[in-house]
């Protein structure tokens, strides 16, 4: 069978069983009130069913599409990025919500103090991506996406922060890559948001410390912790946090928002997060309502630096967004360092969770099987959106995103057997590690 053909009955039987499972919980595009799985994870089944339909109908796109349209489209989608830029900053979504819910093109210009033929054309783009809908010619509602970025949520800085020093950051990516200096550097004074914000001088987190950055700085503030909001579900759902022992150490914990979340979900098991000096009051604000677990020793604080040897002995160490920061050597001395308390509980297991840099694989022989058939299991799901967060990400923060292979690589060079990968239904992943038997320090 055809390509074609081959995709139309891939997405009509994965599609009728998604409808099946989902039952009544369908999704919609019109109202603003969140769909049920904006916040929750539909049962794996769904979401398996669900990713073979959005990659077979990104297929089914590139394949209906003139190689000459295919192409131009590719290089001008920088301009949803500038659209959704335009309806954050000028707040569109509240200037709908204070007219009661709808309101006409000439309207919105005049809150928004702009010209009215351009938020038109802005405006129509985005309704086309299904971003706020157009309910009669030039009048116009929010639908649930687009109610998301009102004031209060944390979208629209998260949005600003992608829309302006990401955005903006992207031409620099190849510039780094042709440089000689610069192309194998994971330095953040050497990537690109370096090189088109501060000519090389300061990384993103040096820049927002400057007085330019201050912006820069609000965005991130309220805007990443909005992001966090999308993986800390399946961080919590997607890993049976009790099958490993009683004790959950996190090494480079930050503010300790993921243990804040196991604690929640499982008071039972105690939590350690690890953290250098300067650390240590804002994961004391995170843990606030604990102060009885931190007296009974079931929540630790502790100041540990990760490149020396692990002191705390625990069931399963969890590293998240730690080893993307440094080269392979250097991220494999982070992972070694933790053998001297494997030791001491060999049954204990370490797991690194970051993004796992998807491939779509086509073999010679498969060229007509659908794309949802050809994708890898072990590697992140929402491929477009990781692929996009992989590259944004590095452009950034510098820094080196990895496919599994990458990092079962890097435990293996830090003397870590790899056990498993556990998929979760987001674009993050954990790689799963144990000491072998008979490992020496
Ligand atoms: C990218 S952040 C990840 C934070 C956290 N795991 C999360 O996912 O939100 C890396 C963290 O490692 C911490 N860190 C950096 N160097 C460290 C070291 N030598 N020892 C322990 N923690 C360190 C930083 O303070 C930072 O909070």
């Known amino acids: 069978m055809s390509l074609l053909e081959n995709l139309l009955q891939n997405i009509s039987s994965e599609g009728t069983k998604l409808k099946d499972l989902l039952g009544r919980d369908q999704g919609h595009l019109f109202e603003t009130t969140p769909w049920r799985y904006d916040d929750e994870l ?33 290089c001008i989608s920088n301009n949803a990025a500038v659209g959704l830029e335009v309806a954050a900053d000028l707040r569109v979504a509240d200037k709908i919500i204070e007219n009661g819910g709808e309101a006409s093109l000439a ?41 998301e970025l009102r004031a209060e949520t944390g979208a629209r800085e998260l949005v600003l922060l992608e829309c302006q ?6 031409p620099g990516w190849l510039q780094v890559m042709k440089n000689p200096q610069k ?18 001088k300061l990384g993103i987190f040096e820049y927002i410390m400057t007085p330019e950055g201050a912006n820069c ?22 890993l049976q ?22 604690k929640k979900k499982y008071p039972q098991l105690n939590v350690v997060c690890q953290e250098l000096e300067a650390m240590v009051p804002a994961m004391k604000e995170t843990f606030k309502d604990y102060q009885k677990e931190i007296e009974d020793g079931s929540v630790k604080l502790e100041v540990h630096d990760y490149f020396t040897p692990q002191t705390t002995v625990a069931d399963v160490y969890w590293l998240r967004g730690v080893i993307r920061e440094y080269e392979d050597h250097t991220a494999a001395k982070i992972l070694e360092s933790l053998k001297p308390a494997l030791k001491k509980n060999p049954k204990a297991k370490v797991i690194v969770n970051e993004l796992f840099v998807p491939k779509l694989i086509t073999p010679k022989t498969s060229a007509n099987t659908p794309a949802s058939k050809n994708l890898p299991k072990q590697q992140s799901g929402w491929p477009t959106i990781c692929h996009m967060q992989q590259l944004g990400g590095q452009q950034l923060f510098s820094g080196k995103e990895r496919s599994l292979e990458d990092i079962i690589n890097i435990g293996e060079a830090a003397g870590l057997r790899f056990c498993k990968f556990h998929q979760f239904r987001m674009f993050t992943g954990a790689a799963e590690f144990e000491l072998p038997a008979g490992s020496k320090l």
């Open 42 to 74: 539909p049962s794996r089944e769904a979401w398996e069913a669900s990713q073979s339909v959005i990659a077979d109908c990104e297929q089914l796109i590139a394949l209906l599409t003139p190689t000459k349209l295919k192409l131009m489209h590719e």
């Open 107 to 147: 309207h919105l210009a005049k809150a928004c103090n702009t010209d009215e033929h351009k938020l038109g054309c802005t405006m129509h783009m985005l309704c086309h991506r299904h971003i706020f809908v157009e309910v009669a010619p030039n009048v116009f509602r929010n639908n649930r996406h687009s109610y």
């Open 165 to 170: 020093e990401g955005y903006r950051s992207g």
């Open 183 to 200: 192309m194998h550097s994971i330095d953040p004074r050497d990537g690109a948001f370096a090189d088109v914000y501060t000519d090389g």
């Open 217 to 238: 700085l609000t965005n991130m503030t309220i805007g990443v912790p909005w992001m966090s909001t999308i993986t800390v579900v399946a961080t919590r759902t997607d």
């Open 241 to 262: 946090w009790d099958s490993f022992g009683k004790t959950v150490c996190d090494v480079g914990a930050g503010l300790g928002s993921v243990m804040l979340e196991v």
